[in-house]
């Protein structure tokens, strides 16, 4: 499979701080990426740096069979990059719409497409980007970077705060995004969601890469999952606390709470 972005002993951070040391990291066109690790590895950094937002001190950058490293973020987009931030960063005094047409490039992606992956949003069209939910906004940050027709897509923590309700209409959207052939990189805390909806996972650890391979065999792999993320499968936490409550003393009905699916610190 041809790679349309091909990263290569790159060290990247901001100013003087290198946070991405010697990586190496590949993507076919049309594969989905689940990008994990702990707090502070340089996940986001990674995305900020093929967005070009970063400083890059050594290593090659290639997108599309063109060197990017030296590209501004604004060439990068054009070319085909589309970013979706983890602070979302819409226009607040646009309409739905308007924050839409201000990035929209002929394509297969429009704005009607982008009604029927987000309904929501077109329920909200007329509404300022100030007057929506936190989803809502999420909905229109992916939304306005598909308008622009990436051939990548970058999401970094698309469902960090965000409610089950709405955590799940944006896991089906990525479900959809993948299905359509579209080459994404996922960047999320919640692990094994993200694991669920990607065929690929990359796990990163002081800024370089530590794993990569299927996310179905990481899913059932409960020592890496632990040795590399801090977690462990749900059926293994629920036993802990089933243990824990039977042991308890007295009649105090314990209820099992479900685990947390998010990466240790």
Same mark, same amino acid.
């Given at each position: 499979?041809?790679?349309?972005?091909?990263?290569?002993?790159?060290?990247?951070?901001?100013?003087?701080?290198?946070?991405?040391?010697?990586?190496?990291?590949?993507?076919?066109?049309?594969?989905?990426?689940?990008?994990?690790?702990?707090?502070?590895?340089?996940?986001?950094?990674?995305?900020?740096?093929?967005?070009?937002?970063?400083?890059?001190?050594?290593?090659?950058?290639?997108?599309?069979?063109?060197?990017?490293?030296?590209?501004?973020?604004?060439?990068?987009?054009?070319?085909g990059i589309g970013y979706v931030p983890q602070e979302r960063e819409i226009f607040a005094s646009l309409t739905v719409e308007q924050?839409?047409?201000?990035?929209?490039?002929?394509?297969?992606?429009?704005?009607?497409?982008?009604?029927?992956?987000?309904?929501?949003?077109?329920?909200?069209?007329?509404?300022?980007?100030?007057?929506?939910?936190?989803?809502?906004?999420?909905?229109?940050?992916?939304?306005?970077?598909?308008?622009?027709?990436?051939?990548?897509l970058l999401l970094d923590e698309p469902l960090e705060g965000l409610s089950p309700v709405m955590m799940d209409i944006l896991l089906?959207?990525?479900?959809?995004?993948?299905?359509?052939?579209?080459?994404?990189?996922? /960047?999320?805390?919640?692990?094994?969601?993200?694991?669920? /909806?990607?065929?690929?996972?990359?796990?990163?650890?002081?800024?370089?890469?530590?794993?990569?391979?299927?996310?179905?065999?990481?899913l059932k792999d409960d020592a890496t999952m632990h040795q590399l993320l801090g977690l462990a499968h749900a059926h293994q936490v629920?036993?802990?606390?089933?243990?824990?409550?039977?042991?308890?003393?007295?009649?105090?009905?314990?209820? /099992?709470?479900?685990?947390?699916?998010?990466?240790?610190?």
């Amino acid at each position: 499979m041809a790679k349309l972005l091909d990263i290569h002993k790159l060290s990247a951070g901001y100013r003087d701080a290198v946070v991405i040391d010697d990586l190496s990291f590949g993507i076919g066109q049309g594969e989905a990426v689940s990008l994990l690790g702990r707090n502070g590895v340089g996940k986001s950094t990674l995305l900020a740096t093929i967005m070009g937002l970063t400083t890059v001190s050594k290593g090659c950058l290639e997108f599309d069979g063109k060197n990017i490293a030296n590209t501004a973020n604004y060439q990068r987009n054009r070319m085909g990059i589309g970013y979706v931030p983890q602070e979302r960063e819409i226009f607040a005094s646009l309409t739905v719409e308007q924050n839409m047409r201000v990035a929209a490039r002929p394509g297969e992606w429009n704005i009607a497409a982008a009604y029927k992956l987000f309904p929501r949003l077109e329920e909200r069209r007329n509404n300022y980007g100030n007057q929506l939910s936190g989803g809502e906004q999420q909905m229109l940050s992916m939304a306005r970077a598909l308008v622009g027709n990436p051939k990548l897509l970058l999401l970094d923590e698309p469902l960090e705060g965000l409610s089950p309700v709405m955590m799940d209409i944006l896991l089906d959207a990525v479900k959809q995004l993948k299905q359509s052939g579209l080459t994404l990189i996922l /960047v999320e805390q919640h692990a094994h969601l993200a694991l669920e /909806v990607t065929e690929r996972v990359v796990i990163m650890d002081r800024g370089r890469i530590v794993h990569d391979g299927r996310s179905d065999l990481l899913l059932k792999d409960d020592a890496t999952m632990h040795q590399l993320l801090g977690l462990a499968h749900a059926h293994q936490v629920e036993n802990t606390a089933e243990n824990s409550a039977e042991n308890a003393a007295g009649n105090i009905s314990a209820s /099992v709470r479900k685990p947390d699916l998010k990466l240790a610190s």
